[in-house]
């Protein structure tokens, strides 16, 4: 072949592709670009990917090249790609090939939300879809919910019930159609149907009959559940307080924040202050829920996020959210549906059953979910996404390791439970599954790993677990026989996020977290380790302090307060005119003193969660919480509303390795009440002596280290005002930061730490 330097010679290439690159149009799109550039060859399936070989004049190809890394169909996400150049063929046309074998590397596409052509479909009156709650096509729809085994194949998900009519069978054999080998497609005369169901699962209305019947009822205040992707939701119109307060009250849950669904983006934009990042999160095809400052005049009760500066906001992502909403509500309180701690409802019977005294309709149909998955949840951080909960939309797209590994399971923890399966360089980290702190939501973790590591094809040699032994996904681990690596909780925040961020060798990590198991039997959580994945040292810590009542101090922060102030003035706590010294009577106080001095039913604690509890009690910001984290987060969301200057004190006794005692602190806050300070500026300070203390711990550390490279990681980095001003305050040190983007800092993310230890030492 003869290149004449006008791009006309004919060459021929071979191109593989890895990745989520099968189920998503893949194929069809290589075929019509192929055609469009006059190239003769094909395309198949191979276990590895996708393979193709092309043929043409080398300017065709380099525009062929250029569609392979540009312009992709919208659920597809390229890993890998190679391309070689190989001998002409005599051949005519381009076609796809049946698929074909060899060495697999399976890749299982999330759920995806509505596309804008479905959506456009469905309020056409001339489409045959109009009104259909089940369109869907090759770049939209859901995928890892209704997947039940591989190879991805319409028999082996939940719509294997439902074969298509004649016209759904004509496009999907149709290579120029949208729908061509979408396996989930479906219309009105071959699909799933609505119905609606009154509390006690009697039929009320079916089809379109349903919807509109939903709507009315939603209008006038009352609680339905709907089956959408990965669960059920329970949905009341947000903008009407009655009907939120019952929701609130039927759900038990008194104050935590619930999620709410905006008609679309402009609505959304009335509701919350949206940056582009947010607006970018909440209309691509992931549709998570986005936490944002709240409007000025947000239409939404106040009672949906009580004491709460802030939102979480989501857009329609099935056509059914789309039907329920549009024209109708400006927002939808949408929650996933479920009894306090307990797992989200997915299958019918079980959502009927537990729903029952919470929900007064039932909006169901047929079409099964195969596997459980809540809605993700994130923030915006400088620009970039910041996950507090990864589940629907981005589960089970994998992490790339810096590093292969033999197929190995890593548990997590024990909250915010999530596990890590890892094949070669790919760490697939499961969606959230919740608190593994009850049966039914242990149930769902076994099962949610088994699925996993059937459709993945994933058998696990080895395990990885936390150091405490009596977290449910350690005896899980344990109980696996295989060979298990157990790993300090603190080590696995520090190589999650080294892992996510490609780094290896050895790096800081400032791990402020609520609790994990030390290395030292003590509980740790306000930590500054120094290694990588071959191991760690403890370079750096908060002063370990009684948890005061053990885990009653989590739910109790007053219980911290106390703990810290005793520390800081002994007896003279108790006499102080403060409601957390008013708290307890003589004996009490007899009891906590006696608690406190001797270690009873008190474990030391180097928490920093810990710490914000007690700042918050101090403060009168909260003295009890009804969930995780809940008075940090207040505290928070009080001092952003501050700004300034100023500090408070700390110490840092420097022996082996530096250690920040936080007593100080407390007695400057009780003389700025004194002052008459206001709170938010209180908080602001607490926020920036935190900052300060661990920017100067850190730069020590760098300084006897000669290390650079830091990574926060813990939950603790949830907070947005800290994280900002130890990132600042690192930055001007000339340090490197390291932050998460792709897994949650809290403990959701830790198994993917897990993974990369355990796979790590596998590996040598
Ligand atoms: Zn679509
Ligand atoms: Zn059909
Ligand atoms: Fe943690």
Wanted: hydrophobic fraction near 45%; include cysteine.
């Amino acid at each position: 072949m003869a290149d004449d330097g006008d791009g006309k010679a004919i060459v021929r290439r071979r191109f593989l592709v890895s990745g989520i690159v099968q189920g998503v149009g893949f194929r069809p799109f290589v075929f019509r670009r192929a055609c469009e550039l006059d190239l003769s060859g094909w395309v198949r399936n191979i276990p590895a990917g996708v393979e193709i070989e092309v043929q043409g004049t080398a300017g065709a190809l380099f525009a062929f090249r250029h569609a392979l890394a540009h312009e992709l169909p919208p659920l597809a996400v390229v890993t890998s790609s190679s391309a070689e150049d190989i001998p002409l063929l005599p051949e005519r046309g381009f076609t796809i090939l049946p698929s074909a074998d060899g060495e697999k590397n399976i890749q299982v596409a999330p759920d995806s939300a509505l596309c804008g052509d479905c959506l456009r479909e469905l309020f056409d009156p001339a489409d045959r879809r109009y009104r259909y709650p089940f369109i869907t096509c090759t770049n939209c729809g859901p995928r890892y919910s209704i997947i039940t085994a591989i190879p991805y194949d319409r028999p082996r998900t939940t719509m294997a019930a439902f074969p298509l009519c004649p016209d759904c069978l004509l496009e999907y054999d149709d290579p120029a159609n949208r729908r061509f080998h979408a396996q989930p497609i479906a219309c009105p005369a071959c699909g799933p149907q609505l119905r609606l169901l009154d509390h006690a699962a009697n039929p009320v209305a079916e089809l379109d009959d349903a919807l509109t019947t939903a709507v009315e009822l939603l209008r006038a205040g009352q609680i339905l559940a709907v089956k959408g992707i990965g669960g059920y939701h329970l949905a009341v119109d947000a903008c009407n307080p009655e009907a939120v307060r019952r929701l609130r009250e039927r759900k038990k849950r008194d104050e935590k924040p619930f999620a709410v669904m905006a008609a679309d983006l402009a609505t959304a934009q009335r509701l919350a202050v949206l940056g582009d990042m947010e607006e970018r999160l909440l209309t691509g095809p992931e549709s998570p829920i986005v936490i944002a400052p709240k409007a000025p005049d947000c239409p939404v009760s106040p009672l949906v996020a009580p004491a709460n500066g802030w939102l979480g906001l989501m857009l329609p992502y099935a056509p059914i959210h789309h039907l329920l909403m549009r024209d109708r509500f400006k927002a939808l309180v949408m929650t996933s549906a479920n009894v306090s701690d307990e797992p989200v409802a997915f299958e019918d019977n079980d959502a009927l059953r537990r729903l029952s005294a919470i929900a007064d309709f039932f909006l169901v149909h047929d079409r099964p979910i195969h596997v459980r998955s809540d809605d993700s949840v994130m923030r915006v951080f400088q620009g970039k996404p910041l996950f507090y909960r990864r589940a629907r939309g981005y589960a089970p797209r994998a992490v790339r390791l810096p590093f292969g590994t033999p197929p190995l399971l890593a548990a997590g923890a024990e909250l915010k439970g999530a596990f890590c399966l890892v094949q070669g360089e790919q760490a697939f980290l499961s969606q959230h599954i919740g608190d593994l702190q009850n049966s039914s939501t242990c149930d769902s973790f076994r099962l949610a790993i088994r699925h996993l590591s059937g459709i993945l094809e994933i058998a696990p040699r080895s395990v990885a677990c936390d150091l405490h032994p009596d977290y449910l996904s350690s005896i899980h681990a344990a109980e696996s026989g295989l060979p298990l690596t157990r790993v300090q909780h603190h080590h696995a925040h520090l190589a999650a996020c080294m892992a996510e961020n490609g780094l290896d060798g050895a790096v800081i990590g400032i791990i402020f977290d609520g609790a994990g198991l030390g290395s030292d039997a003590t509980i740790w959580g306000g930590e500054f380790l120094v290694g990588g994945y071959d191991g760690f040292q403890r370079a750096g810590n908060f002063l370990p302090v009684p948890l005061a009542g053990g885990d009653a101090a989590v739910r109790e922060p007053w219980r911290m307060a106390l703990s810290w102030l005793y520390r800081s003035m002994g007896e003279d706590a108790f006499n102080l005119d403060h409601p957390v010294a008013r708290r307890l009577n003589d004996t009490e106080r007899g009891i906590f003193a006696a608690m406190l001095e001797r270690g009873i039913n008190a474990p030391l604690t180097s928490s920093c969660g810990r710490l914000f509890d007690a700042a918050a009690a101090v403060l009168n910001v909260r003295h009890t919480v009804s969930y995780d984290g809940q008075a940090a987060i207040e505290l928070e969301a009080l001092a952003e509303t501050a700004q300034g200057p100023g500090a408070y004190s700390f110490g840092i006794a420097a022996g082996e390795r530096p250690v920040i005692d936080f007593t100080p602190l407390f007695a400057d806050i009780l003389a700025d009440m004194a002052a008459g300070a206001g709170t938010a500026a209180m908080a602001y300070r607490f926020h920036a002596t935190v900052a300060r203390a661990a920017v100067d711990v850190c730069t020590r550390i760098a300084g006897n280290s000669g290390l650079d490279r830091v990574v926060l990681s813990g939950g603790v980095f949830q907070n947005r005002l800290l994280t900002e001003m130890i990132y600042t305050g690192l930055l001007d040190r000339g340090l490197q930061i390291f932050t998460h983007r792709l897994v949650p800092p809290n403990d959701g993310g830790i198994a993917l730490g897990q993974a990369a230890i355990a796979g790590w030492q596998e590996r040598r």
